[in-house]
């Protein structure tokens, strides 16, 4: 399995010959080494609809008849936008043939902004905990601080957690080094901070906050080491 880091909340999956892209948001992100244009995905998951999240989803799905897999409402929306979608929820999993998928709960809002101003709700946000090859990785999408990220780790040792450090829409770096104690994971990678202004973040500060994990500061198009 091949995880690597792409800038704000993307991560690339390579397993079992499935490309995976978890929160695509290409297009206007200032931090990514990837170009749409370049980008072959047989599956998209996405935690919540934000569009700095839902990013460049459907004309990615389209151009490569990729699978998305996103939790109900949002699946539905991008269904009617002619994507190929498998609808979830959370603490439902399944699995699939590049592995298995279960949506966690999350604090945080879902809704995706069209070009007209119209705010589209689309259901409940999530954290995805992905499984192949014996390796868990958990994306936190966008949250706040919650007690049962304890109870998450209890019940699915954590590989790889992908945390939002950004502060002002998610965890700071102070919460999110307090997550990582309740998540016990071996390896922590922080997301989610320096693309905006709101969210400018030191990731060294992060790291020297956390204890029990190993911290990994990727820059776009590094891969997590493991």
């Known amino acids: 399995m091949k995880v690597s880091y792409h800038g704000h909340s ?6 079992n010959g ?11 992100n200032g931090l990514t080494d990837l170009k749409v244009e370049n980008e072959n995905p047989d599956v998209i998951l996405l935690t919540h609809g934000h569009n700095d999240h839902v990013g460049d989803t459907v004309e990615l799905a389209k ?3 990729a699978l998305v897999v996103a939790p109900n409402e949002l699946a539905d929306y991008l269904g009617w936008q002619g994507c190929n979608v498998h609808n979830m929820h959370i603490g439902g999993a399944h699995e699939f043939e590049f592995g298995k998928v279960k949506f966690t709960q999350a604090f945080h809002g879902s809704s995706y902004v069209t070009e007209n101003k119209e705010i589209i709700y689309t259901g409940m946000p ?5 499984t192949a090859e014996g390796k868990t990785i958990y994306h936190a999408g966008d949250t706040a601080l919650f007690g049962d990220m304890e109870l998450i780790g209890k019940r699915h040792p954590i590989d790889v957690a992908f945390l939002p450090i950004g502060d002002n829409f998610t965890m700071g770096p102070e919460d999110a080094a307090f997550a990582v104690s309740l998540l016990k994971p071996k390896i922590v990678v922080p997301i989610h901070y320096n693309t905006f202004p709101p969210i400018t973040q030191n990731p060294d500060e992060f790291a020297k906050l956390v204890e029990g994990a190993e911290v990994q500061i990727l820059q776009s198009g590094e891969f997590v080491e493991f």
């Not at 499935?18 to 206007?28: A, E, H, K, M, S």
């Open 10 to 15: 993307i991560i690339k999956i390579v397993t």
């Open 126 to 130: 999530s954290g995805i905990l992905f």
């Open 63 to 65: 151009k490569n008849n």
């Open 18 to 28: 499935t490309t995976i892209l978890i929160d695509p948001f290409i297009n206007g």
